[in-house]
């Protein structure tokens, strides 16, 4: 059975496995805690699964000021919020095959008047099969930035969002869909809408029945109003890197950046997708998420996707051994500096394995 340690110093660590002791889990706290004074972040929460369980789950520093990060904090995702976009898409094609077509014109779903187009290339259809590779030639994002976001919590539904800001030339990059990569963080929620209005069902609803809830992952949420009290007050807090505190913030295209998690929640996936749906869901579903792939980076038997946003940097990782981890960070960093972070936790990851 895991069981959680509570440090001096603000570190609580998961262990799971024969063979450790608190001074060893004391050990490779401390050296995640090194990691965390040498580049300046306020937190870091990481979880590790082996063989398709979770293995440990470390967080040192501070969710906020004066209350230590846990395992349970809940951190904002960022992009890596965009993998459980890809993996709901994934979970209705398998549940409900005649709702949606990878390859169909998305209008066939959508009832929008006029229809969706490229106005550049009007009698080319935009699929969902692009939207969930980056290809549809959709503008990468808004012209928000933090000042304008809506705090915490977006107003209106995704519909009442896109269709004007896709009625609008600028709302397109010029390549015709499905010719060329570009990601798009507009063309996440634009796939996210596509999948609620082919179940007929809020997107946060559908996602949160086929995969959070299958998994067990009950700390994790679309909307900071959708926390309950306890959650909120376990909410990491986005810190820049002065240290200086950001509010809590969401997107009008939310779908592809405003998740909110645990470490512990996102083990739970990992290691779901590391084992073919670790029984939770069926392997089809897995390899066509996979395969295709949706929203998640394939490269050589490893999958990945990272995240980055005012005050949150988040990365998770698998391979197909039953083996992943995820980062989850609440303070921005410059981006070498981040690299060199995120390079010294996967060592620390690897080095664990050894142990």
Known sequence: ?????????????VGCGGGSSEGSEAGRSSRLESVRA???????????????ALA???????????????PDTIYSLA??????????????????????????DVNDVLDWTPPLAHPGHPDVPITLRQLLRHEASVVGDTEADYET?????????????????LARPEGWLPAAPGSAYAYSNVGVALAAHVLEEA??????????????????????????????????ARLARPFDEDGE???????????????RSTSLDLAKLLAALSTDGGGVFPPSTVRAFESVPMLIDAD?????HAGGEAGVNTYVEYRKDGAGYAVLVNSDLEDDALDALMDDVAGLVQARAGE
Do not use: N
């Open 149 to 165: 976001y809506p705090k915490p919590d977006p107003d209106g539904d995704l519909g009442a969002f896109l269709r004007p800001f």
């Open 38 to 52: 040498e580049y300046g972040v306020r937190s870091i929460a990481l979880a590790v699964v082996r063989d398709g």
């Open 1 to 13: 059975m895991c069981r959680v340690v509570a440090g001096a110093l603000a570190v609580a660590l």
């Open 79 to 104: 992009s890596v919020s965009k993998v459980l976009v890809g993996l709901t898409a994934a979970r209705l094609l398998e549940v409900s095959p005649d709702a949606i077509d990878l390859d169909a």
């Open 245 to 259: 505190p950001y509010e809590h913030y969401g997107f009008d295209d939310w779908p592809s950046g405003q998740l």
């Open 56 to 70: 440990e789950a470390v967080a040192v520093g501070e969710a906020d000021a004066g209350r230590p990060a846990r």
């Open 300 to 304: 050589d038997g490893v999958f990945s």
């Open 199 to 232: 179940a007929g069902e809020p997107f946060e609803a559908l996602s949160e029945r086929l995969v959070f809830d299958p998994l067990g992952m009950d700390d994790t949420r679309w909307f900071f109003g959708d926390l309950s009290a306890a959650q909120q």
